[in-house]
């Protein structure tokens, strides 16, 4: 069973697994096959959403918001994440020359409105600003947030991909503390440990989000000499530790940062869920976790 973890000092708390919705679109499920999913992945603990407003061409939250009306207590038994800034070109805005960010108030006041309505729901439990923007001025969003936060329509705040300095600037003009910075982190690309990001968290004892864990697939069926050479030493170290399969490796690797990042799962099919879950069982020595480092960077360590 996943246990609750509380994502910074001030709350709030969620699963220690999060389930990832960004591929809803692609999942070919009715609503009542979503809304069992859904049920599915609460039942094994993962009471924890991640949503942004842009998946699937601004039509995940809609799918998912369908799927909860069949069953509307439910919102009582999860905690939903959403995101905003991005601005797609799309179909739904014919308009748009290039795809850019946003952080101005009034885009975060319309994208949360969108994302409420679209989910079905009064309230978001955290927005994050899903991607830095050089245009971002830091009172403006500091003061979107305040209004979010005083009319009920959102509870805590973050960020995503953000940056140390960049989450400090945030941070500086807001009397609340941001409550995680959702970042890349996988066996193929692990920047944020080398950058300062997850020292910053663990300074915070403020938890990180880690998106593509699994590295879009790639450690899978990628064909690149890392990936073959982290695959092989997955595989190695999966038959030492009695894993089931490499993604509970990986997912155990992720887990073994002292920062404690809660790993996002992508994958919509319940039995890969359920292997998530029982990575949880799994830990990684110290010369396991740099095995990985060293098969990722093709070196040994300095």
């Not at 679109?25 to 842009?54: C, N, S, V």
């Amino acid at each position: 069973m996943v246990q609750k973890v509380t994502m910074a000092p001030s709350g709030p708390d969620i699963s220690q697994l999060v389930q990832g919705y960004w591929r809803l679109a692609d999942w070919d499920m009715t609503p009542q096959q979503r809304l069992t999913f859904l049920k599915q992945h609460i039942e094994l603990g993962i009471t924890t959403i991640d949503h942004a407003d842009i998946y699937g061409n601004y039509e995940c939250e809609r799918l998912f918001g369908e799927a909860l009306a069949l069953e509307p207590s439910i919102r009582e038994q999860i905690q939903i994440i959403s995101k905003c800034d991005i601005k797609l070109c799309s179909d739904q805005f014919p308009q748009r020359k290039v795809n850019h960010y946003d952080t101005s108030a009034k885009h975060i006041y319309e994208s949360v409105d969108n994302s409420l309505q679209r989910l079905g729901v009064s309230e978001l439990d955290v927005l994050l600003i899903h991607r830095p923007d050089a245009l971002m001025n830091a009172d403006e969003v500091a003061n979107a947030f305040t209004e979010l936060q005083k009319v009920g329509k959102v509870k805590h705040f973050g960020v995503s991909n953000f940056s140390p300095r960049q989450f400090d600037l945030l941070q500086s003009r807001l009397s609340k503390p941001l409550v995680t910075n959702q970042v890349e982190i996988n066996p193929l690309n692990f920047d944020v440990v080398d950058d300062g990001t997850l020292d910053q968290m663990q300074q915070l004892r403020t938890l990180p989000m880690a998106w593509s864990t699994l590295a879009g697939g790639q450690l899978f069926n990628g064909d690149s000499e890392q990936v073959q050479r982290v695959r092989a030493e997955l595989f190695a170290i999966a038959d030492e530790i009695g894993a089931a399969s490499i993604d509970q490796v990986v997912y155990a690797w992720v887990r073994r940062l002292p920062s404690n990042p809660v790993a996002i799962i992508g994958s919509g099919n319940i039995e890969r869920v359920k292997v998530a879950v029982d990575s949880l069982q799994l830990e990684l020595t110290r010369e396991q976790w740099f095995r990985i480092w060293v098969a990722s960077k093709g070196h040994g360590v300095p």
